[in-house]
């Protein structure tokens, strides 16, 4: 088992947890609720100084943080623990977000009752996320898969042309749907709770319209992303019998998926029930031909006129595969007496006819439409604009939609209803009417309205032409039978879970396998899930399991009616569509509906109340670069095995015996104590993990330049081409690198394959970087840490070459935005001083001497006996002085004072007063060797880094005195982990013995000491903080900094301005 804690929750407490306990060398699981840790609302101080804590933080390579991350489930043992997490999808991938905020900039949408955008940034890691709740009911409703809000979201922005695109990548009709559609996003819209549906119909038709008037959309130009398949999978041929909305949408999606597909149609005009069963006055043809082209401008290849009765052969002619999407274009009529009587028409002949432009002329005839659905309101009002004849409506029930019979009754069509037909009268050979009976409506049965006929009733209506538009079937009189059947029956084309029929390769979609006419957006939905089961059979592989969908977004009325008073948009009244006068509709088929205005379509899609809130338009995915938006990202599980478990929530288990440890609030203190409990259980020695570090030699010989272009932050205003170029013509280069993203997985591979192969050792990497220090300063940010980790920058025991980290984006690119030449010019100087450079000044494993550190512990408060009783307990060497008689020196990196019988020597100090006064007292005894108050200035960040630790007195004394005891462990740890980090050094030469350093250094590192070469001054390396103020007043320039010597200096100099 390994040596692995998990600590709940991102409070100073929880951090300070797990900074302690990564030091001490454990794995530190970080387990955080929300997308980022650490909330600005509890930081410590500045909001710049919390930022580099945290960056601390993420960037250890001995803590694993979780975001979005819940404990599901906990298997308690003794001495260890399995914990089950569940992490929430982020719909982003932290390893190649940059945090531009582009994808934040062009996001519609605002999440209710704040400021923040449904994509957005705030806080560590510095990456966006992206809020969702659910699905959202209309985009859940449709079967089509249109991200139903996304689109109205960009229409309420004014983004017309993104908003078709997203419309279109899932539905090939957006025209026709905006005038034909049932609608099902409408009737699933959460201001029904309050008053009325979106009206996102007639938002569609807007786009749709829009766009094709301004001629804006050419689809042959787009990018389409192709689905990665075998070579010879363009020669795979699919068959398509059916140019309707089903066959059309699965020859699409084939051939956008590299597949050759061609539809087969017996009609002369491509389009099916689309463009033979809808009126014009309903739907415009040009609108749908519109369409129509756009598919086959994908390389969709279409035949006309064209019938298919030979299934098999089309398989045996080199097609890979077989679709039939024929529709149902026969229609019904009940077998009365005289029924078949030529004056009785089937609807779907009758408005086939209309459609195609055939001369119907119905003056003066008297017409009975037998129907209550749409299709027969659909013939009723062609009748009626064929000679303006008077035309009856008899149905037993009445399913039409609502618009299409006002509209119907506007046009003096006359709906009669309840009735039952009996017969049809004929009078001397000729249709005199249809004799009925009323009927009583009775309760729905198995989804069906029950009624009843009222005996006596019998009427006749009178008519002398019958439409009959009772219902339609497939025609299935090309389907093959015999040694190759392809079974069916009244319910249509029976097909499996894969859409297959009972002949292999055979597939089936649409009203044909339904049995009967369902609607356009039905049938889409149809195809969509055809093409995938074709595509899933040509590649021979299993039909995928279905992926966990996001559940759909449900808000109570309370909630929408709280939506709709945080935004006056949302307050506003549906818009109705409008129609044509009555006398403009009169003997033709002009449009009836009219099509929003902008101002209209934005003020309805402002009445959206975002449910999502994100609604999936997609726009961050267009302008994300770096790919780093997943909107189909799933949540994950995770099982770890832990010697500990550190958290503000939990219970302990009943059996009372466990490795929970109790996080006993909020302060870095509370989370210190909590890590020593950890380190005291755990098993084996605390500092197994330190090893012998020294810093290995470089790898080779060449030198090699990365150039970053940033995602185009640095490509856009330096000619990162044109300077690699030259910079391959430099002596001192032997390899060249342009890469776009330095920070991404991908950008970290090619560096380290360059280095590798090519044995480099030394590397220069212009990009948004300023050091390859083991640090954070408040200028770093979570890419520019990515970047260094992504290269070993942090790992303590990496042999590495030389990398020199150049910011060429801060430093040339953001300071010369408008001039790509003199951001050229700087960034060509700064990679030239890099070629100076020398390796920093690292402190070499004979240096880690006085570890464990010796602790001395003052005050008479009770904290102090419980410090001192914890790291005993450790066997940690442990110091006691309750009174202190003088003062406490700091110098040589250690306390000294004096004791009751010697003088005291200890590399760390705990202030354990017993109340505010004694604190002060002990403070101002606390001196640097130029006797100098040493904690004046100082926070306690500043205090830990030297060693020093208070426990406060109004805290609970055992937490303190333990959280003291854990701070010395982790400032041990930390110390050793130090092995990387520059520090100045003397030069034992030119040093005078002097004294100065020791003056002037605010931290009391510096010490003299005595060898067998005489006196000098030596400074502690694992504690010198690399300032230069040792350096710059040492009047022999004995010492040098870590980093910025002068031979660097010089070096540097000569560079930029040789």
């Known amino acids: 088992m390994g040596k692995e804690v998990l600590i709940q929750g991102s409070t100073p407490g929880a951090l300070r947890a797990a900074e302690n306990l990564a030091d001490c060398g454990l794995t530190v ?175 569609k038709r807007f786009v749709s319209d829009r766009v094709l008037e301004e001629g804006v959309r050419d689809l042959q130009n787009q990018p389409r992303e192709k689905i990665p398949r075998e070579e010879n999978s363009a020669a795979k041929r699919v068959a398509i019998i059916g140019a309707g909305p089903a066959g059309l949408t699965a020859a699409r999606d084939l051939v956008r998926a590299g597949y050759s597909a061609m539809v087969f149609d017996a009609n002369p005009k491509a389009g099916g029930m689309m463009r033979v069963g809808i009126p014009p006055h309903r739907l415009p043809y040009d609108h749908l031909e519109w369409e129509i082209q756009q598919i086959l401008t994908e390389g969709v290849e279409l035949k006309l006129n064209t019938w298919v009765d030979d299934i098999p052969g089309l398989l045996e002619d080199g097609f890979a595969a077989v679709l039939i999407a024929t529709g149902a274009h026969k229609a019904l009529k009940v077998p009365l007496e005289n029924a078949d009587h030529p004056d009785n028409w089937l609807s779907l002949d009758f408005l086939k006819k209309v459609c195609l432009g055939k001369k119907i002329n119905l003056k003066g005839r008297k017409v009975i439409v037998l129907g209550g659905g749409d299709v027969a309101v659909d013939a009723a009002r062609s009748a009626i604009r064929l000679g303006k004849p008077e035309v009856r409506i008899v149905c037993r029930g009445l399913r039409a939609s609502f618009n299409e019979i006002k509209e119907a009754e506007e046009e003096g069509i006359q709906f009669i209803r309840n009735r039952v037909f009996k017969k049809v009268i004929l ?62 029956s009244s319910g249509g084309i029976q097909a499996d879970s894969r859409m297959m029929t009972s002949l292999e390769g055979v597939f089936t979609a649409g009203d044909v396998r339904r049995g009967t006419t369902f609607f356009v957006v039905d049938a889409v939905g149809e195809g969509h899930q055809a093409a995938r089961s074709i595509m899933d059979y ?109 958290s503000p929530d939990l219970a302990l288990p009943a059996s009372g015996d466990s490795c929970l440890i109790p996080l006993q609030g909020l302060e870095p203190m509370a989370g210190a104590a909590a890590a020593f409990e950890v ?3 755990k098993p084996g020695p605390i500092f ?22 940033c995602g185009g932050e640095i490509s856009r205003h330096i000619d990162t081409a044109g300077l690699c170029e030259e910079a391959g013509k430099w002596p001192e280069i032997t390899h060249v690198l342009e890469i776009p993203s330095a920070c991404s997985p991908e950008g970290a591979a090619h560096i380290k394959d360059l280095i590798r192969e090519n044995k480099l050792g030394k590397l220069i990497l212009a990009a948004c970087s300023c050091c390859s220090l083991d640090q954070v300063c ?63 000044f690292y402190p070499q494993s004979g240096e880690m001497a006085g570890f464990p550190p010796v602790t001395l512990v003052v005050g008479e408060g009770k904290s102090a006996e419980e410090c001192q009783s914890a790291l005993s307990e450790l066997e940690f060497e442990t110091l ?83 959280g003291a005891a854990g701070e010395i462990l982790a400032w041990a740890g930390k110390m050793g982990r130090r092995v990387r980090q520059p520090a100045a050094h003397v030069d034992p030469l030119l040093c005078r013995s002097c004294g100065t350093c020791l003056e002037v250094c605010g931290l009391g590192i510096p010490e003299l000491v005595v060898d067998q070469t005489g006196s000098q001054a030596w400074i502690n390396p694992l504690l010198c903080q690399d300032c230069g103020t040792c350096v710059a007043h040492c009047p022999s320039g004995a010492i040098q900094p870590g980093v910025q010597t002068d031979h660097k200096l010089v070096e540097t100099l000569q560079r930029v301005l040789g």
């Open 29 to 203: 699981h970080l387990v955080e609720s929300s997308p980022f840790i650490g909330e600005m609302e509890s930081a410590q101080g500045p909001v710049y100084l919390w930022n580099t804590r945290l960056l601390e933080i993420l960037k250890d390579p001995q803590i694993k943080t979780w975001t979005n991350t819940e404990i599901k489930d906990i298997e308690w043992n003794a001495d260890h623990c399995q914990v089950g997490l569940i992490q929430s999808p982020r719909y982003i991938d932290l390893a190649r977000c940059t945090a531009c905020g582009k994808c934040v900039e062009i996001c519609p949408v605002t999440i209710p009752g704040t400021s923040l955008k449904a994509i957005h940034l705030g806080g560590q890691p510095d990456c966006a996320v992206i809020t969702k709740e659910g699905l959202a009911p209309c985009s859940s409703a449709c079967p089509a898969g249109i991200h139903v809000q996304g689109y109205v979201a960009l229409i309420a922005d004014g983004r017309y042309q993104e908003a078709y695109q997203l419309i279109h990548d899932a539905l090939p009709f957006p025209s026709v749907c905006g005038r034909v559609c049932n609608h099902y996003c409408e009737a699933s819209c959460s201001r029904l709770e309050i008053d009325e549906a979106v009206n996102i119909m007639a938002l």
């Open 427 to 488: 009078e001397e050979g000729k249709i005199a009417g249809v004799e009925c009976l009323e009927a009583e409506v009775g309760d729905v049965v198995d989804g069906k309205r029950q009624f009843t006929e009222l005996p006596g009733t019998e009427h006749l209506i009178p008519g002398d032409l019958v439409i009959w538009a009772i219902g339609q079937r497939p025609d299935f009189s090309f389907l093959p039978e015999g040694d190759q059947p392809i079974h069916h």
């Open 538 to 646: 040509l590649e021979g592989n299993q039909p995928p399991e279905r992926v966990r969908e996001r559940e759909q977004v449900s808000l109570s009325q309370e909630e929408v009616q709280l939506r709709m008073e945080l935004r006056s948009e949302a307050r506003a009244k549906r818009i109705p569509v409008q129609c044509i006068p009555v006398q403009d509709r009169e003997n033709n088929f002009a449009e009836v509906e009219l099509t929003l205005g902008e101002k209209e379509a934005r003020q309805e899609a402002g009445r959206c109340l975002s449910c999502g809130p994100c609604s999936e338009c997609m726009a961050c995915v267009e302008v994300c670069e770096p790919g780093a938006v997943i909107h189909h990202q799933q949540e994950s599980t995770t099982t770890l095995e832990l010697i500990g478990l550190i």
């Open 679 to 681: 380190l005291r259980a």
């Open 688 to 709: 197994s993990y330190l090893k012998n570090s020294q810093r290995s030699g470089s790898l080779g010989r060449g030198t090699g330049l990365v150039v970053c272009q």
């Open 778 to 840: 408040y200028s770093c940010t979570y890419q520019r840490i990515r970047c260094k980790g992504n290269l070993g920058v942090f790992s303590d025991l990496h042999e590495r070459e030389e990398i020199e980290f150049v910011n060429i984006r801060e430093g040339c690119a953001y300071i010369h935005p408008r001039s790509r030449k003199k951001a050229t010019r700087a960034a060509r100087t700064l990679i030239k001083a890099a070629l100076g450079s020398n390796p920093a």
């Open 880 to 962: 006691r002085l309750e009174v202190i008689s003088g003062q406490i020196i700091r110098t040589g990196g250690r306390f000294i004072t004096s004791g009751p019988e010697e003088d005291l020597r200890a590399d760390c100090l705990v202030l354990a007063p017993s109340s505010g006064a004694e604190l002060d007292f002990i403070s101002r005894s606390l001196l640097v060797a130029n006797q100098k108050p040493l904690l004046e200035g100082k926070d306690d960040e500043d205090l830990r880094r030297l060693g020093i630790f208070v426990c406060p007195p109004s805290m609970d004394s055992l937490i303190s005195g333990r």
